[in-house]
């Protein structure tokens, strides 16, 4: 039984995971994320699917302290 | 309406120069970030931001921008540097601050832009980079003199080893410290310089140079030696086609025992798991779902690592530049814009960058004759499918007197054919819809450079973590997914033949079978062809598990390889290579596709274009290879 239910929440979690980063075009996803409140991503990275290193899922933003 | 800074922002500053000049090394330098970086023009395509402290304390933000010989934009990634520089972007304040980098070994060429940003009238200061190669060629620049011809700070850097960045660190903090207040910047009344001002700028320059230049250098004997055999016309493209061909032997050679350990560490994780817990659910999506499909991918990294690892030593050397000089020829016979070459070439770890690389083309329909055959090109994520069915079907032999190994020769080939498709598209696309006169190729040769360890472990790590982190995300959440479909619903009691035959993706497989039935594909085919939309890789984790759930005893314990030699023939083996070469199965591909032309009719015709050259060519190679081989 409780490995259905890991099992099941994997397979949600995975579900909605694969809708909003693959099915949801980048526009909607954006205006979702603006409704909640949240900053939209650089247009830049809307189409990259993150599989060149671009910013799509590229480095995360760098902070260098000098001195 | 371009934005304007409040105090509260920090400082922006934005590199600007030439392309190839260092400014992403330079952006590197200043942020920790770890962006591309190459020596050939054309990298950065579109403005990149970073941050950083500066010794003062001061929380700096920097732009880094597509290289640009001056603010005439005239190819949409030049069009970018013009609008950031001047302050037009919508939701940009314009930049507190100007580094413009200039190649200190042609400092004729780059001050032009460097006289036309100063008549901006902002702070701007000039940072000299790459002088450790103009020091060799025995080049003298005088920065005291450039200083007080030019009016601007001048500060010596090497960016690709972080030399001089103190200096230029202080000259930002010295610039910030004396700037007037954030957003007072006015937008520039700037107009595009005439053809008349354009040569007035070069007298500026010559006459800077009269002051400041003790000895322009000249490129050493070894570049132009070693340029006489490289750019031979014959004897260059033999080079060229060596180390090409070499870099697919080696990806086999070299890969094969760091694959084996990941092979062995991969099943001994599985029967771990399976020894350890109970039968169930949450064991099958681990054993068969996740480990049995995102395993058969991840078994690959160390071929995309060697392969890799080629690319970027001819990129950082200066080589990848001169290779675009030999095949401009090649590139011009088929009608392909000259610049073409950079995006093609980008293509081959990814379609995505190659796509946006083709912005540095001005002409339209030559961008958009870029672009439609960009995805040709091999990509990283074809690699696993080809090397699966490679080590699959292809025998481990040796030909030509055991010099050339079969299963590198069979990858060359398949290389081969996606650039000969390329250019075969090209040929066709410019004498119908993009026809036009061919633009020559003006490119700049970068100095022959010895490739930096750190770079290139560097480049291998970020590629390590890209290639992972596809693995952990996309790859990951759709095997789950998969696992699912393959899994539900059971089957009913009493009924033969394996479960998957009655799940939802057994289903599907069995209906889409028809379809791909007379190019030889099986309903296991149909299934994973369906996930490896998301990504072409998904296709390989995608049979693994399929086939770990379809198959139990022995088979489970065999590699994804030797179940595919088993139950597939080689025509449907050769098919699938065929079918991969041509099939447009990236979204992200497509959707890059649709942002850069902006228009949903070119992806239309991508998609419907390549879907029909794949299905055209699985059909061809399976009924002559059925023919000439047996089914």
């Not at chain 2, 004897?235 to 060229?240: A, N, Q, T």
Request: aromatic share 8%; charged share 15%; net charge positive.
């Amino acid at each position: 039984m409780w490995q259905d239910l890991i099992a099941d929440t994997a397979v949600l979690l995975a579900f909605a995971w694969v809708l909003w980063r693959l099915v949801l075009p980048a526009g909607l996803r954006g205006r979702l994320r603006r409704l909640a409140g949240v900053r939209p991503r650089d247009a830049a990275a809307g189409a990259c699917g993150g599989c060149c290193g671009c910013t799509g899922t590229g480095s995360p933003a760098q902070h260098r302290r000098h001195g | 309406m371009a934005a304007v800074a409040s105090l509260a922002d920090p400082p922006r500053i934005a590199l600007v120069g030439n392309p190839n000049c260092g400014k992403t090394a330079l952006f590197n330098a200043l942020t920790g970030a770890r962006q591309k970086v190459a020596n050939y023009p054309g990298v950065t395509v579109e403005r990149k931001l970073g941050h950083f402290v500066s010794p003062a304390g001061a929380r700096v933000q920097v732009l880094d921008l597509p290289g640009t010989y001056s603010l005439r934009a005239r190819s949409p990634d030049e069009e970018v540097t013009r609008d950031v520089v001047l302050g037009r972007f919508e939701h940009e304040p314009m930049p507190d601050v100007l580094v413009c980098v200039a190649d200190a070994t042609n400092l004729r060429l780059h001050l032009r832009l460097v006289i036309e940003l100063k008549k901006l009238g902002r702070p701007l200061i000039l940072a000299l980079n790459m002088m450790d190669v103009a020091e060799k060629r025995g080049c003298r620049i005088d920065a005291a003199a450039l200083l007080a011809a030019l009016g601007v700070a001048v500060v010596p850097t090497v960016a690709i080893r972080r030399g001089g960045i103190a200096g230029l660190l202080a000259q930002i903090d010295r610039t910030v410290a004396v700037m007037g207040p954030r957003g007072a910047a006015a937008p520039c009344g700037w107009t595009e310089p005439s053809a008349h001002d354009l040569r007035g700028y070069h007298r500026e320059v010559e006459a800077v140079l009269r002051d400041a230049l003790r000895d322009a250098g000249r490129p050493s004997l070894a570049t132009r030696r070693i340029d006489a055999v490289l750019l031979h016309p014959a004897v260059g493209l033999l080079f060229l086609l060596t180390v090409l061909f070499l870099m697919f032997q080696a990806v086999f050679a070299w890969a094969e025992a760091p694959m084996e350990l990941i092979d062995a560490g991969l099943s001994a994780l599985q029967a771990a798991v399976a020894a350890v817990m109970p039968d169930g659910a949450l064991k099958s999506l681990i054993t068969d779902g996740i480990i049995a499909g995102v395993g058969s991918v991840v078994i690959f990294l160390p071929q995309i690592l060697v392969l890799f690892f080629f690319i970027q030593i001819l990129e950082d050397s200066g080589y990848m530049a001169r290779a675009a000089f030999l095949l401009d020829r090649l590139m011009g016979g088929v009608g392909l814009h000259g610049r073409a070459f950079i995006p093609l070439l980008s293509s081959f770890a990814c379609a995505v960058p190659g796509i946006m690389a083709a912005r540095t083309i001005e002409n339209r329909a030559d961008r958009l004759a870029t672009i439609m055959i960009a995805p040709l090109m091999t990509c990283a994520a074809r690699l696993p499918v080809y090397t699966l069915l490679i080590a699959a079907f292809v025998p481990d032999g040796t030909v030509m007197g055991g010099m050339i190994g079969l299963q590198g020769l069979v990858m060359f080939t398949l290389y081969a054919a996606g650039i000969l498709s390329a250019l075969a598209v090209a040929f066709v696309l410019k004498r119908t819809v993009f026809k036009g006169a061919r633009e020559p190729l003006l490119m700049e040769l970068p100095a022959y450079r010895l490739p930096s360890p750190r770079n290139v472990l560097i480049g291998l790590l970020e590629r390590a973590r890209i290639f992972l982190a596809r693995a952990g995300t996309i790859i990951f959440a759709i095997m789950v997914l998969l696992w699912f479909l393959a899994s539900f619903p059971v089957p009913p009691e009493g009924a033969a033949g394996p479960a998957i035959d009655h799940s939802f993706a057994g289903m599907l497989g069995h209906a889409l079978a028809p379809l791909l039935a007379p190019i030889g594909f099986t309903w296991q085919i149909a299934i994973a062809l369906v996930p490896g939309i998301a990504a072409r890789e998904v296709a390989v984790a995608a049979l693994g598990t399929v086939y770990a759930l379809s198959e139990s005893g022995d088979a489970l314990e065999s590699s994804l390889a030797g179940v595919l030699a088993a139950d597939w023939s080689l025509p449907t083996a050769l098919a699938l290579l065929a079918w991969f070469v041509f099939a447009p199965q990236c979204v992200s591909t497509l959707s890059v596709v649709k942002r850069e032309t902006n228009s949903w009719f070119w992806t239309a015709v991508m998609i419907a274009y390549m879907t029909l050259l794949a299905y055209a060519a699985a059909f061809v190679t399976f009924h002559v290879s059925t023919a000439l081989l047996g089914g």
